[in-house]
């Protein structure tokens, strides 16, 4: 399926704004920025995403059209093993991020479709789809020492940020949500991840992906053990992070709300 005209334009335009130094595309970037110069050169996205290559539990990226009529898109997932991939960033990272983390993702869907069969679709997703859309869009994992984690689940922004600054050189951040890496090409101060904390960090990507496909248990997610993280004030991601002013924008760095009020406010996709 090829692209044309101002549609084609706008996706390589959209492609080549990626900055690939950006700290938060780092787990990202060597995969990725070779899938987005083939989606530069013409390649139609699911195209690109295949081209990359398959292990066992990577799926198979397949043009938008494959979805039928009337089928919810996460019951194609489950019941085929093919993405279906429109030709746009969201679903560019959605690709990156389920050939990062085959297991979760594929976990993400089980529970999805589970959800799917049991419910219907309707105007209400209930509380499992919809933990599992924040997540899924707008999720990251933080791999830290305890005093920041500690830090972070009170929102004590002033401590995580700037007392236990030098703890930073231990932790690390990587978003998992395809819409927050899609928003992040051009970034803005309020952006913010629904994070998970990992107790240990795991040795390799495949052990993160195995430890996070158990994690994600209906319980848990219900439970929405997620913390809001505005991502540009996490130290060496943002210039402007190294004035300590930065924080004191209450408006991004709040203080804790009840959990209802952390949704995407992103179609689930």
Do not use: C
Request: aromatic content about 10%; overall charge positive.
């Amino acid at each position: 399926m090829a692209r044309g005209g101002r549609r084609g334009a706008r996706l390589t335009g959209a492609v080549e704004a990626i900055d690939w130094q950006q700290p938060w595309l780092a787990p990202l970037h060597g995969e990725g920025a070779a899938i987005a110069s083939a989606v530069g050169a013409g390649r139609p996205v699911w195209q690109a995403l295949e081209d990359a290559g398959h292990t066992a539990s990577v799926p198979r990226f397949v043009p938008q059209e494959r979805l039928p009529a009337g089928e919810a898109y996460e019951a194609f997932i489950f019941r085929t093993g093919e993405v279906p991939t429109r030709e746009n960033l969201h679903d560019f990272f959605n690709g990156l991020v389920w050939r990062r983390y085959p297991r979760a993702k594929r976990r993400l869907n089980a529970l999805q479709a589970g959800a799917i069969a049991a419910q219907g679709i309707g105007a209400v997703r209930g509380p499992l789809r919809d933990a599992i859309t924040v997540f899924d869009e707008n999720g990251a994992l933080l791999f830290a020492p305890r005093e920041l984690r500690e830090a972070l689940a009170a929102r004590a922004w002033r401590r995580l940020f700037t007392d236990l600054r030098p703890l930073w050189r231990q932790a690390r951040l990587e978003i998992f949500g395809h819409a927050l890496l899609e928003q992040l090409v051009r970034p803005r101060k309020p952006l913010t991840a629904h994070v998970l904390l990992v107790p240990d960090a795991p040795e390799s990507v495949a052990d993160v992906d195995a430890w996070l496909a158990g994690a994600l248990q209906p319980g848990l997610l219900e439970a929405k053990p997620f913390t809001p993280l505005p991502v540009l004030g996490v130290p060496g991601w943002w210039a402007e992070n190294e004035n300590f002013s930065f924080y004191d924008d209450s408006s991004v760095f709040r203080s804790a709300r009840p959990a209802s009020q952390y949704t995407t406010g992103v179609p689930p996709r």
